[in-house]
């Protein structure tokens, strides 16, 4: 299975915004600076999380981005599914029942035992992203980071952090 870069993208972003003062927003154009990617493609990223409700997007010359709730109550799966969708990575497409041998369909009643593994597989993922929340993850970089890194990146927020609204901070 691979996830496309944009979940990688929005994981990062989400993860920089919890970083931000209450009340503050942080402009898509600097999100994308920081972690060296378009902006034009970061934002279709950044709207999907909106349209999620992880993210808040604040309009006007002092608008951005900003979480829309608390990183506890944010988990990997939330972002994974915002950006990729719902459906499951494996598709099964019955192969099994084409080509020269395939059988009449009701030879077929069980379903495919690969699809019934592979769902499964995608379960586990599933349920270890679940688990894995926005807050966890940003307390391990936190912990483990190169100080320059940490640094670095309070300083980023602090000149690119916008006035944003106090009235629509997550709780």
């Known amino acids: 299975m691979k996830l496309s870069e944009g979940v990688e993208a929005a994981i990062?972003?989400?993860a920089l915004l919890a970083g931000l003062a209450p009340g503050k927003t942080l402009p898509a154009?600097?999100?994308?600076?920081?972690?060296?990617?378009?902006?034009?493609?970061?934002?279709?990223?950044?709207?999907?999380?909106?349209?999620?409700?992880?993210?808040?997007?604040?309009?006007?010359p002092h608008g951005g981005y900003r979480l829309g709730r608390p990183a506890t109550r944010i988990s990997l799966l939330d972002i994974v599914l915002a950006v990729e969708g719902p459906e499951p990575a494996f598709r099964?497409?019955?192969?099994?029942?084409?080509?020269?041998?395939?059988l009449e369909p009701e030879a077929y009643r069980k379903p495919c035992g690969i699809n019934v593994a592979m769902l499964r597989?995608?379960?586990?993922?599933?349920?270890?992203?679940?688990?894995a929340r926005?807050?966890?993850?940003?307390?391990?970089?936190?912990a483990e980071a190169d100080p320059r890194a940490l640094a670095f990146g309070c300083a980023f927020l602090e000149r690119h952090q916008r006035p944003g609204s106090p009235l629509s901070n997550p709780e």
């Open 29 to 60: 154009a600097a999100l994308a600076d920081y972690h060296g990617v378009s902006a034009s493609y970061l934002v279709k990223h950044l709207n999907r999380l909106v349209a999620a409700g992880m993210l808040a997007s604040v309009p006007g």
């Open 134 to 142: 926005l807050a966890d993850v940003i307390a391990g970089y936190e």
């Open 121 to 131: 597989a995608e379960q586990a993922w599933r349920g270890a992203l679940r688990a």
């Open 92 to 102: 099964c497409g019955e192969i099994r029942q084409r080509g020269p041998g395939a």
């Open 12 to 14: 990062h972003c989400a």
